[in-house]
């Protein structure tokens, strides 16, 4: 049953990607919802590879279509060499074999895989967008439904009790440990409540886009309700982190002006009221324990890394720090080391110089924060931005940003988007075509060597059209 699920994942990504990126990334993100209790209910060896046949789907439509048109924006070209830098160095590793090749092969996946998100990110327009939020905010729709569902007829009815499932079955800690925290449909509650989170600055992007239908608008409106209900609903307290800064940034940085203020303010009233009735959504009150919190961002950002440092600085291995290795292959790890914290996995399998990448990777982009006031996305792109530093700081506490079903992809796909804007291919051929109207008043005096110029600028606007 996984091979086949599989199968229909991949036709299903590949064909649908051919019709739109929009649709591809749809049908990725689908799979991704889905792809928790799926595995869940069917816990072969294949279902453990449904959401990566959707993606190998995804890449095979796309990097044989709009993937291969050539990239004439600076800021593109820059990212794409930033991408091809760390997935080469992934691969490198990869080729080092100090854990078994079956590890290694997952800790590649783990390092590399969804990295490509990011330079699709980069080529999605703005209506793509628009349509790409629509289809989040359905899904969380259907999120939120298996979620009610869990929330008053119980999780074990949705999710056998197996190996796939133990994290489940081990977060019963809410309201005094008499429930368990809400999965939804995903792999577990913190994935529910991470996708929830990533979901809302693209679904907050597109809601304040004008010509949008009165039908569009009401679908994003209950779609953000419904991911910070979720947020709360999955009980889990990064989430909530996440949640904050996009809450302040976006109601205080006047994006939102008249109506459209006054609407989110009442959406998040809502959400609060809600929240306020429900002891299983206030999971969130024990981060008012400050020697809790600190003991657990000691235990995570640790004392572990400097150890690291100095016991792996050519690393362990990739996938040596175990994180989304399947339960059939843990026997195979060699040396496992235990920690909580994404750049301390980094350093374990890829060593000194691939976290330095990542470091340097994340520097370059906190100096690209979205700035052009002609770009009708601008508002959706600088929350993706400030989500992006909140994510990249919060990896310190946690694993999981790069791995997460299928919130690591959305995260990529944010990166991609915010840094390279369509909105400068669109300058560079206004600029192209101002140089040329010069070329042609300077050559008046040789009407030959005008037509050539405004030959040559028609090609490359032509070029620009079709990398649009």
């Not at 691939?354 to 009708?376: E, H, M, Q, Y």
Request: hydrophobic share 50%; proline share 5%; net charge positive.
């Amino acid at each position: 049953m996984g091979l086949l699920i599989s199968a229909f994942a991949f036709v299903a990504a590949l064909v649908l990607t051919w019709r739109s990126l929009s649709a591809g990334l749809g049908a990725v993100l689908t799979v991704g919802y889905f792809f928790g209790i799926v595995r869940a209910n069917f816990p072969d060896t294949y279902s453990h590879f449904i959401f990566d046949a959707a993606v190998f789907g995804f890449f095979v439509s796309f990097f044989s279509g709009r993937g291969l048109q050539p990239i004439l924006d600076p800021n593109r070209q820059v990212l794409q060499r930033w991408v091809f830098l760390l997935i080469g160095w992934a691969v490198l590793m990869f080729l080092v074999p100090i854990q078994h090749p079956l590890i290694q092969l997952v800790g590649l996946r783990g390092h590399a895989f969804l990295l490509p998100f990011v330079l699709v990110g980069s080529r999605l327009r703005p209506d793509e967008c628009n349509r790409l939020a629509l289809w989040l905010s359905a899904l969380n729709h259907v999120a939120f439904g298996f979620a009610l569902a869990e929330y008053f007829v119980g999780v074990p009815a949705f999710y056998p009790e197996n190996a796939v499932t133990e994290l489940i079955y081990r977060s019963g800690d809410v309201a005094n440990y008499t429930a368990f925290r809400i999965p939804a449909t995903f792999s577990n509650a913190h994935s529910y409540g991470g996708t929830m989170i990533t979901t809302l600055p693209w679904l907050l992007g597109a809601w304040i886009q004008p010509r949008l239908a009165d039908w569009q608008r009401l679908l994003l409106a209950s779609g953000m309700a419904l991911a910070m209900i979720g947020v709360f609903l999955c009980a889990g307290r990064t989430p909530l982190i996440l949640l904050v800064p996009i809450l302040f940034v976006a109601t205080f940085s006047g994006h939102l002006r008249g109506a459209a203020w006054l609407v989110w303010s009442l959406l998040i009233a809502g959400v609060a009221y809600v929240v306020s009735g429900e002891e299983r959504m206030q999971r969130f009150m024990t981060l008012q324990d400050t020697d809790f919190v600190l003991s657990r961002i000691e235990g995570s950002v640790n004392l572990n890394f400097f150890e690291l440092l100095l016991s792996y600085p050519f690393g362990n291995g990739i996938g040596a720090g175990g994180t989304s290795i399947p339960f059939f292959m843990q026997h195979y790890l060699r040396e496992p080391v235990t920690m909580e914290n994404e750049y301390c996995r980094i350093l374990l399998e890829q060593g000194v110089v691939g976290l330095a990448l990542w470091l340097a990777f994340i520097f370059w982009f906190v100096g690209r924060r979205p700035t052009d006031p002609r770009d009708s996305w601008l508002f959706g792109k600088r929350l993706l931005w400030y989500f992006s530093l909140v994510s990249f700081a919060i990896a310190t506490t946690g694993l999981g940003l790069m791995t997460a079903i299928p919130q690591s992809m959305l995260f990529f796909v944010g990166i991609g988007f915010v840094t390279a804007p369509p909105a400068l291919v669109r300058r560079t051929r206004k600029t192209i075509a101002r140089t040329g109207a010069a070329s042609g008043s300077a050559s008046d005096r040789g009407a030959g060597r005008s037509s050539s110029a405004s030959e040559q600028v028609c090609a490359l606007a032509q070029i620009n059209d079709r990398n649009l």
